[in-house]
């Protein structure tokens, strides 16, 4: 009994022994505490051992330096998206840019400083907000160039109707006939949707410094050829410019009044703009190649022999036809249909809007097929150039003596050429469409006036120069 009383009391001895040594301790403990705050304030250097208020105080140094190793870099660290402005590689999208900013703030470890995840806050709010902008839902969505209006613009014409004489034809500089209202050259094209860069003649070389573009087409694509040379140079003279015909096979054929194009290649950029005439776009031979009254094969399935000799060397292909598919012309030029290697049998393609038809989604196609084997080729397809013949055709009295054009407005979203725009549609071959915007012009065109003042049929469809024509090249410059 004693021992077991014995234990018990040595037990309550130990426990009150323990709690008195506790007490004890905190009382140290609490001593100096109460000297060390006392100290605090005479002793005011020291606070410089704390870290700062907006920095947390972190007890354990390996935790720490674990939490530096995952901090964010700072923005001047981190390397920039990459963005590329070469000719032949397509660029990465502003927004696809700021997403990938987005996506890698939003993958931080959940581990980070207070510091580092208000910088990573930061950061998503300001690329949220750059997504917001206008210009990057600009990007997304493609401008429609046709839609706008005609506005006055004193910075017109981009050159003189009395220069220009080393690339412009006489028949087509209205300046130089008996017309005397010229307030068709001072309008300009203004899209609805987006901003069209104001055209230049060095900004235009900069952009096709050693490229080649190429227009392949009817006289139509002939005068906007000679649109653009002339607003390239201004209408100045340019000695310097090099004649480079013969190395694409332009070279005028014996009894011919001219040659099948021209090429001219400007040195300080090493740019080069050619014309090849062909109005139908399609391959044309003769059959009796010993014949000199053979007829010629219209191989309506195949394109002109000119693109698939150097198309490796053209950069920027412009395609146009339309007014010569016409029976008339067809028989004077002794054209022959003919498809897969032989005359046409088939009844639909027989009819000259089917043939027309038929032949334009061919060439387009076939376009379309070569341009992955060439990565920096942009290939457009424009629309047909609209005439404006009244109160008959070009050879029964039609006329266009309007001195002023019709709506300047264009509101419709839909080409007003809907053979080229389905030709394009689901290819990557563009369309250069001009048809809307050059409808409400019936003023433009050439009319009755003419270099000799000889009385004749009135051209409504062809244009002065300086005039509508320019505006095509600067549709087709926003677009390369």
Same mark, same amino acid.
């Given at each position: 009994?004693?021992?077991?009383?014995?234990?018990?009391?040595?037990?309550?001895?130990?426990?009150?022994?323990?709690?008195?040594?506790?007490?004890?301790?905190?009382?140290?403990?609490?001593?100096?505490?109460?000297?060390?705050?006392?100290?605090?304030?005479?002793?005011?250097?020291?606070?410089?051992?704390?870290?700062?208020?907006?920095?947390?105080?972190?007890?354990?140094?390996?935790?720490?330096?674990?939490?530096?190793?995952?901090?964010?870099?700072?923005?001047?660290?981190?390397?920039?998206?990459?963005?590329?402005?070469?000719?032949?590689?397509?660029?990465?999208?502003?927004?696809?840019?700021?997403?990938?900013?987005?996506?890698?703030?939003?993958?931080?470890?959940?581990?980070?400083?207070? %510091?580092?995840?208000?910088?990573?806050?930061?950061?998503?709010? %300001?690329?949220?907000?750059?997504?917001?902008?206008?210009?990057?839902?600009?990007?997304?969505?493609?401008?429609?160039?046709?839609?706008?209006?005609?506005?006055?613009?004193?910075?017109?014409?981009?050159?003189?109707? +009395?220069?220009?004489? !080393?690339?412009?034809?006489?028949?087509?500089?209205?300046?130089?006939?008996?017309? %005397?209202?010229?307030?068709?050259?001072?309008?300009?094209?203004?899209?609805?949707?987006?901003?069209?860069?104001? +055209?230049?003649?060095?900004?235009?070389?900069?952009?096709? !410094?050693?490229?080649?573009?190429?227009?392949?087409?009817?006289?139509?694509?002939?005068?906007?050829? !000679?649109?653009?040379?002339?607003?390239?140079?201004?209408?100045?003279?340019?000695?310097?410019?090099?004649?480079?015909?013969?190395?694409?096979?332009?070279?005028?054929?014996?009894?011919?009044?001219?040659?099948?194009?021209?090429?001219?290649?400007?040195?300080?950029?090493?740019?080069?703009?050619?014309?090849?005439?062909?109005?139908?776009?399609?391959?044309?031979?003769?059959?009796?190649?010993?014949?000199?009254?053979?007829?010629?094969?219209?191989?309506?399935?195949?394109?002109?022999?000119?693109?698939?000799?150097?198309?490796?060397?053209?950069?920027?292909?412009?395609?146009?036809?339309?007014?010569?598919?016409?029976?008339?012309?067809?028989?004077?030029?002794?054209?022959?249909?003919?498809?897969?290697?032989?005359?046409?049998?088939?009844?639909?393609?027989?009819?000259?809007?089917?043939?027309?038809? +038929?032949?334009?989604?061919?060439?387009?196609?076939?376009?379309?097929?070569?341009?992955?084997?060439?990565?920096?080729?942009?290939? +457009?397809?424009?629309?047909?150039?609209?005439?404006?013949?009244?109160?008959?055709?070009?050879?029964?009295?039609?006329?266009?003596?309007?001195?002023?054009?019709?709506?300047?407005?264009?509101?419709?979203?839909?080409?007003?050429?809907?053979?080229?725009?389905?030709?394009?549609?689901?290819?990557?071959?563009?369309?250069?469409?001009?048809?809307?915007?050059?409808?409400?012009?019936?003023?433009?065109?050439?009319?009755?006036?003419?270099?000799?003042?000889?009385?004749?049929?009135?051209?409504?469809?062809?244009?002065?120069?300086?005039?509508?024509?320019? %505006?095509?090249?600067?549709?087709?410059?926003?677009?390369?």
């Amino acid at each position: 009994m004693k021992g077991g009383g014995g234990g018990g009391g040595g037990y309550l001895y130990n426990k009150h022994g323990l709690k008195m040594k506790q007490l004890s301790l905190f009382f140290i403990i609490f001593v100096c505490a109460s000297l060390v705050l006392w100290n605090w304030d005479k002793t005011p250097h020291l606070t410089a051992l704390l870290p700062p208020d907006d920095q947390p105080l972190h007890l354990f140094p390996v935790e720490v330096e674990r939490k530096q190793d995952t901090r964010v870099k700072p923005e001047a660290e981190q390397a920039p998206p990459s963005l590329s402005t070469d000719f032949n590689t397509p660029q990465t999208s502003h927004l696809e840019n700021t997403k990938l900013l987005v996506d890698n703030s939003i993958s931080e470890p959940k581990d980070l400083s207070e %510091t580092a995840k208000q910088q990573s806050v930061t950061s998503q709010r %300001t690329e949220s907000t750059v997504i917001d902008t206008p210009m990057a839902k600009a990007e997304t969505k493609a401008c429609n160039f046709g839609k706008g209006k005609w506005v006055p613009a004193d910075n017109r014409p981009l050159y003189s109707g +009395f220069g220009c004489k !080393q690339w412009l034809s006489g028949m087509w500089a209205c300046r130089l006939t008996q017309r %005397t209202d010229f307030g068709y050259e001072k309008l300009k094209w203004q899209p609805k949707d987006c901003k069209m860069d104001d +055209f230049t003649g060095a900004e235009f070389l900069k952009r096709m !410094q050693d490229k080649t573009l190429a227009f392949v087409g009817d006289s139509l694509g002939r005068q906007q050829f !000679q649109s653009l040379m002339c607003m390239v140079t201004g209408g100045e003279e340019m000695p310097d410019v090099e004649d480079v015909g013969k190395d694409f096979g332009l070279a005028k054929a014996q009894g011919s009044a001219r040659p099948d194009g021209w090429a001219y290649r400007f040195p300080t950029t090493n740019t080069t703009i050619l014309y090849y005439w062909s109005a139908s776009l399609c391959d044309i031979e003769p059959i009796d190649p010993t014949s000199e009254t053979t007829d010629y094969a219209m191989h309506l399935d195949r394109p002109p022999a000119f693109l698939k000799h150097f198309l490796d060397r053209i950069h920027v292909l412009v395609l146009n036809t339309g007014h010569h598919w016409n029976r008339g012309k067809l028989n004077a030029n002794r054209w022959v249909m003919y498809v897969g290697g032989k005359p046409n049998t088939n009844r639909r393609i027989a009819d000259i809007g089917g043939a027309k038809n +038929f032949t334009i989604h061919s060439v387009v196609r076939w376009v379309n097929a070569e341009l992955p084997k060439h990565p920096g080729l942009k290939a +457009f397809l424009r629309s047909i150039s609209p005439r404006h013949f009244f109160n008959g055709e070009w050879n029964t009295g039609g006329t266009c003596d309007s001195t002023s054009p019709g709506s300047l407005e264009v509101l419709q979203d839909e080409s007003s050429d809907p053979v080229a725009a389905s030709a394009v549609k689901g290819t990557d071959v563009k369309l250069l469409d001009i048809t809307g915007l050059s409808l409400v012009r019936e003023e433009g065109h050439i009319s009755r006036y003419s270099i000799r003042a000889a009385p004749g049929m009135q051209d409504c469809l062809h244009w002065c120069l300086p005039g509508v024509p320019d %505006t095509w090249n600067e549709v087709l410059f926003a677009q390369i």
